[in-house]
T-cell receptor, first 116, second 113 residues
Framework: DAGVIQSPRHEVTEMGQEVTLRCKPI?????LFWYRQTMMRGLELLIY????????DSGMPEDRFSAKMPNASFSTLKIQPSEPRDSAVYFC??????????????FGAGSRLTVL | DAKTTQPTSMDCAEGRAANLPCNHS???????VYWYRQIHSQGPQYIIH???NNETNEMASLIITEDRKSSTLILPHATLRDTAVYYC??????????????FGQGTILTVHP
């Protein structure tokens, strides 16, 4: 398996523009997570899905952020409109539910977002 | 989930064992201890986890004290590529915490030649 695949790896955009980050989880994994990492706040869980259904979005900062998982092999995180404070590395991760496996996450390489 | 306390940074000589401590004095009976690491500019990587017994895999060993209030991650023969931030996380394997991990600040391990 190629692991968790994220795109784009780097994105530079201007304030007010829409940003869409994409994630392909590992085949067979039924949990998908979106994390954000900044120097100030470290790694933060934004939202996670189980079997394509959003379970907990309490970490989503505000209404400008939305996430979808239309099928088991694809998820998006959208920011509209983007702001400079959204600049961060966004990680997608997936896991499977067997036993304690749901907490054994495989992370992607991340998408580094810079909002000017 | 129980909180964890880790030293901010540690050093280790290449080829020697690296022993990374973690305190989790408020851990509850159904909470597991997980260790992840993050090498610079990469996503976090799962290392090992355990409930109360010591665990070993190809990457590391996890030693959990009998009262479960602390644990130690052991990298038996550290290499330069083990330089990373190491995160100790305590989490339920079920209930509302299922699948959710809270990453703290971790320990910056620097392996020297």
């Amino acid at each position: 398996d190629a692991g968790v695949i994220q795109s784009p790896r780097h994105e530079v955009t201007e304030m007010g523009q829409e940003v869409t980050l994409r994630c392909k989880p590992i085949s067979g994994h039924d949990y998908l997570f979106w994390y954000r990492q900044t120097m100030m706040r470290g790694l933060e869980l934004l939202i996670y899905f189980n079997n394509n259904v959003p379970i907990d979005d309490s970490g989503m900062p505000e209404d400008r952020f939305s996430a979808k998982m239309p099928n088991a092999s694809f998820s998006t995180l959208k920011i509209q409109p983007s702001e400079p404070r959204d600049s961060a590395v966004y990680f997608c991760a997936s896991s499977q539910a067997e036993g304690t496996g749901a907490n054994v996450l495989t992370f992607g390489a991340g998408s580094r977002l810079t909002v000017l | 989930d129980a909180k964890t306390t880790q030293p901010t940074s540690m050093d280790c000589a290449e080829g020697r064992a690296a022993n990374l401590p973690c305190n989790h004095s408020t851990i509850s009976g159904n909470e597991y201890v997980y260790w992840y690491r993050q090498i610079h500019s990469q996503g976090p990587q799962y290392i090992i986890h355990g409930l109360k017994n010591n665990e070993t895999n190809e990457m590391a060993s996890l030693i959990i004290t009998e009262d479960r209030k602390s644990s130690t991650l052991i990298l038996p023969h550290a290499t330069l590529r083990d330089t990373a931030v190491y995160y100790c996380i305590v989490s339920n394997a079920g209930g509302t915490s299922y699948g959710k991990l809270t990453f703290g600040q971790g320990t910056i391990l620097t392996v020297h030649p």
